[in-house]
């Protein structure tokens, strides 16, 4: 963990707080003229409105329990970078805890809509159930044991922690977060109680039992753990290609690429369709940038200064829409996945250049969980992908309706590269299916067999 990471999760906390705040009070006016309990059934127009409730709670709750969990465990976490990981993971923990609370009293006494909730929504992954194993998450034992150490140590040492925020504003953010969320997680002593005497503390508290600060950390991620376990997860898994692999796709990357990726194991892959779930748009590096004589862009100039690597590291950029927002990233992330797909645009030179030109414009804002295309204010994956190419030249997408929303997918693209329709696939790298990269017509065959393969998704 690096502070870059820190910095990340503390920025996704604020946003998504700020998120679950406009959400609750969408869903309180919806919810407000719903006649569905009344009439005994749901009107097209509200089923759609409360499947998307459903499916923005839950993109929103999968990011979080994805970044708790990204904490790993508390003994892979440098010692001076705990205050600010427990921070961000317990902001988190409190704002999971608050959003299934605040869906429990607004839907409780309302049974056909509880019903509802609880039916699968299969274009996102959303299993059927998922509502009543949220509600279940709350009256945990071992749940609320986990809360209590992260809870116990902020009370404690609400002094230090504020002191190590001091002067850094995404820190701040998240004790904001935990001051005006904190109190939904007061459950009596007693439940501690009975919680304490429910649960066996593992090896791995006990081996920090010295450490109040690690015991808390593995607490929170101990509870997100937990809160994942209904869907195949691997915390301690890494994500990461082969180096050669790896090397051999910085060779082949052009700028105005689309690598689309997967990462095993992880929770973000349980909202969306299919085996590849994410994309993004390979920038390439500063001077391949000024080659396409984009460097003085009005798009670009402002953000030409994130462009430039440090010297010694990586060079080659991606614009990247990932949980903390739209974001300048190094092309290793991307390349730390499991999956890699690269895929090409059929354009000319001119039209590439002009194309990232426009991505650029989008650098900076937060990320859709409502994955809605019809604004531009906020932006999922493949959503820079559409945004920067849509209109250039010949280029068309055509959106799918998805649970109410018009949408593109990952693998929407994918199928665009297999019929050669503005895109092309240039390599594919799945060792589910291939033990090495795989170019020209075997990369059609790769990915027609992850294509085909969604019961991994």
């Given at each position: 963990m690096t502070p870059d990471d820190i910095n990340t999760g503390a920025r996704t906390v604020a946003h998504l707080a700020a998120y679950f705040a406009e959400r609750k009070e969408i869903a309180r006016e919806m919810l407000a003229t719903l006649r569905a309990s009344e009439r005994g059934f749901f009107t097209p127009s509200e089923d759609e409105a409360v499947r998307r409730l459903l499916v923005s709670y839950t993109l929103a709750r999968n990011?979080?329990?994805?970044?708790?969990?990204?904490?790993?465990?508390?003994?892979?976490?440098?010692?001076?970078?705990?205050?600010?990981?427990?921070?961000?993971?317990?902001?988190?923990?409190?704002?999971?805890?608050?959003?299934?609370?605040?869906?429990?009293?607004?839907?409780?006494?309302?049974?056909?809509?509880?019903?509802?909730?609880?039916?699968?929504?299969?274009?996102?992954?959303?299993?059927?159930?998922?509502?009543?194993?949220?509600?279940?998450?709350?009256?945990?034992?071992?749940?609320?044991?986990?809360?209590?150490?992260?809870?116990?140590?902020?009370?404690?040492?609400?002094?230090?922690?504020?002191?190590?925020?001091?002067?850094?504003?995404?820190?701040?953010?998240?004790?904001?977060?935990?001051?005006?969320?904190?109190?939904?997680?007061?459950?009596?002593?007693?439940?501690?109680?009975?919680?304490?005497?429910?649960?066996?503390?593992?090896?791995?508290?006990?081996?920090?039992?010295?450490?109040?600060?690690?015991?808390?950390?593995?607490?929170?991620?101990?509870?997100?753990?937990?809160?994942?376990?209904?869907?195949?997860?691997?915390?301690?898994?890494?994500?990461?290609?082969?180096?050669?692999?790896?090397?051999?796709?910085?060779?082949?990357?052009?700028?105005?690429?689309?690598?689309?990726?997967?990462?095993?194991?992880?929770?973000?892959?349980?909202?969306?369709?299919?085996?590849?779930?994410?994309?993004?748009?390979?920038?390439?590096?500063?001077?391949?940038?000024?080659?396409?004589?984009?460097?003085?862009?009005?798009?670009?100039?402002?953000?030409?200064?994130?462009?430039?690597?440090?010297?010694?590291?990586?060079p080659s950029r991606v614009l990247e829409a990932l949980k903390d927002g739209v974001r300048i990233r190094s092309v290793e992330s991307p390349l730390g996945s499991d999956a890699v797909t690269l895929l090409r645009p059929r354009l000319e030179r001119e039209a590439i250049a002009a194309a990232l030109a426009r991505g650029l414009f989008h650098e900076g804002k937060p990320y859709d969980f409502d994955f809605d295309f019809s604004r531009s204010d906020r932006l999922v994956c493949t959503e820079v992908v559409y945004r920067s190419y849509e209109g250039i030249g010949d280029v068309r997408f055509e959106l799918t309706r998805r649970a109410g929303r018009w949408t593109l997918s990952a693998e929407d693209l994918l199928a665009m590269a297999l019929e050669r329709r503005h895109f092309e696939p240039v390599a594919v790298y799945a060792p589910r299916h291939a033990d090495e990269l795989a170019t020209g017509p075997a990369a059609d065959d790769a990915l027609r067999a992850t294509c085909a393969s969604r019961e991994g998704s």
């Open positions: 990011a979080l329990l994805d970044l708790v969990l990204s904490l790993r465990t508390a003994t892979d976490v440098p010692a001076e970078l705990r205050p600010g990981a427990f921070l961000v993971g317990y902001a988190a923990a409190v704002l999971l805890v608050d959003g299934a609370r605040f869906l429990r009293d607004a839907v409780h006494r309302r049974p056909i809509v509880r019903r509802k909730l609880n039916e699968a929504e299969p274009h996102f992954g959303i299993p059927a159930g998922t509502y009543e194993a949220v509600q279940k998450s709350l009256t945990s034992p071992k749940h609320a044991w986990h809360l209590y150490h992260a809870r116990q140590f902020f009370t404690d040492y609400e002094a230090d922690l504020r002191t190590a925020a001091a002067g850094d504003p995404a820190l701040t953010a998240c004790l904001q977060v935990i001051e005006s969320q904190q109190q939904t997680l007061d459950v009596a002593p007693m439940r501690y109680a009975r919680a304490r005497l429910r649960v066996r503390v593992g090896r791995g508290v006990r081996r920090l039992r010295d450490d109040l600060l690690g015991q808390a950390i593995y607490g929170v991620q101990k509870l997100a753990s937990c809160l994942v376990s209904d869907v195949s997860t691997r915390p301690g898994h890494r994500p990461g290609l082969p180096t050669a692999v790896a090397a051999q796709l910085r060779d082949l990357a052009r700028p105005g690429d689309v690598f689309v990726t997967r990462k095993e194991h992880a929770a973000t892959n349980y909202f969306l369709p299919g085996f590849w779930p994410h994309a993004a748009l390979y920038l390439g590096d500063a001077p391949a940038l000024a080659g396409l004589g984009i460097d003085a862009h009005e798009h670009v100039v402002p953000r030409w200064s994130q462009l430039l690597a440090p010297p010694g590291a990586e």
